[in-house]
């Protein structure tokens, strides 16, 4: 049996997604940015950026690690030159880093997001935008929404190649409206017989 896949329309590109089970009642369609290539990920953030300009940000921020080539390509082409990193693994510059804890839907434990004290004069009073791969349960967008207001940005936007499923809007509650998305994919259950079927709600 070959690997299932998922196709979906990210802005103008089209890509299918390789299916992996989580555990016995979900499965998830695994959009990998550092493997989705220079071509694919320029043209991604291209037409994020032309989402985003509106918004007159001053800088853009996301959560390693799969949220990095998505704000490289976002600030090169919204004309920027500085972005920010949330980490989720220690590092010697984060000693004293400004921390928030988090669990996102394809970790299997409680990690902490970590900022650089120094890049905090980066976005403080700036009109930030949160950039990331996919936005499926909101708790890694949740966080980083908390963190940065913490230390004084000012989050105008959200913006993600996929959004995954809905939890993300109860998550997110208000911040909901601040999302824009060049496309969504649903999470999948089994149906019983060996396949899988579509769920826009989980």
């Known amino acids: 049996m070959g690997e299932r896949t998922y196709s979906v329309d990210i ?21 990998i940015t550092v493997d989705m290539g220079v071509a694919f990920m320029s043209t991604a953030g291209a037409e994020l950026a032309d ?21 490289v390509e976002v600030t090169r082409h919204l004309g920027l030159d500085q972005y920010v990193i ?3 693994t220690p590092k010697i510059h984060l000693a004293d ?7 996102s839907i394809t970790t299997d434990a409680d990690q902490r997001l ?11 009073g700036k009109r930030v935008a949160i950039v990331d791969d996919v936005i499926s349960t909101g708790a890694s967008t949740g966080t980083a929404l908390r963190l940065l207001r913490g230390v004084g940005a000012d989050i105008v936007v959200i913006g993600t190649l996929v959004t995954e499923g809905s939890l993300w809007r109860t998550s997110l509650g208000e911040d909901a409206r601040l ?3 060049l496309g969504s994919i649903p999470v999948f259950r089994p149906d019983g017989a060996g396949g899988l079927v579509e769920d826009w709600n989980g």
Not at 97 to 103: G, I, L, T, Y
Request: aromatic share 4%.
């Open 11 to 31: 802005g103008a590109q089209h890509v299918e997604l390789p299916l992996v089970s989580l555990n016995e009642d979900l499965a998830l369609a695994l959009l």
């Open 51 to 71: 989402i985003l300009r509106p918004y007159k940000v001053d800088i853009v921020a996301t959560v390693a690690t799969m949220g990095i080539p998505v704000v």
């Open 86 to 88: 949330l980490h989720k």
């Open 97 to 103: 880093a400004v921390s928030e804890s988090v669990r």
């Open 114 to 124: 970590l900022f650089d004290r120094a890049r905090i004069k980066d976005v403080a």
């Open 179 to 181: 999302v824009r998305a």
